[in-house]
């Protein structure tokens, strides 16, 4: 192992799925992803970026994966493509939380950035606003979401 593990998820490849297909461990500077079967195996054709640490793993929307890293927010399609969202400049996601159909990250800018799925839940879509805080952002939590709705307010 590359170090000391730092965080460890557990994801399913589909909503529906009864069992959880792989175990994604976190270190300083990699990510390591095990699927789980009949034994537990590394995996590296994934989608997932290996080389940096991970900040939060989602299984979004349907049948989709969601890796958020320092450099970027990851959306992982059941076919494999990916669609990459990056903060650009000096900057770099700090924190992120993710729900089934939500995800708000924090920049070390102390600025929230919150994406919703499509209603198609193939595109992972930016809010328009930004919502800068005045003091470091030590954690996030989105709300439970109420039960006949998609998503929580944002």
């Not at 049948?63 to 969202?85: F, K, M, S, T, Y």
Request: aromatic share 8%; proline share 5%; with cysteine.
């Amino acid at each position: 192992l590359p170090g000391k593990p730092n965080a460890v998820w557990t994801t399913k490849l589909n909503r529906n799925d009864a069992f959880d297909a792989y175990i994604i461990v976190s270190f300083l500077n990699a990510t390591l992803v095990l699927s789980i079967g009949e034994t537990v195996e590394e995996v590296t054709n994934t989608g997932f970026l290996t080389g940096t640490t991970t900040l939060c793993v989602q299984q979004i929307g349907e049948d989709a994966l969601l890796q958020v890293h320092p450099q970027g927010v990851r959306h992982i399609l059941a076919d494999r493509r990916v669609n990459e969202w990056r903060p650009g400049g000096n900057l770099f996601i700090a924190k992120a939380v993710a729900v089934k159909w939500q995800v708000l990250i924090a920049l070390n800018s102390q600025e929230l950035i919150y994406f919703e799925l499509d209603d198609s839940g193939q595109i992972l879509v930016e809010h328009p606003v930004r919502r800068q805080m005045a003091s470091t952002i030590t954690a996030l939590s989105i709300a439970p979401v109420p039960q006949d709705r998609q998503v929580s307010r944002f």
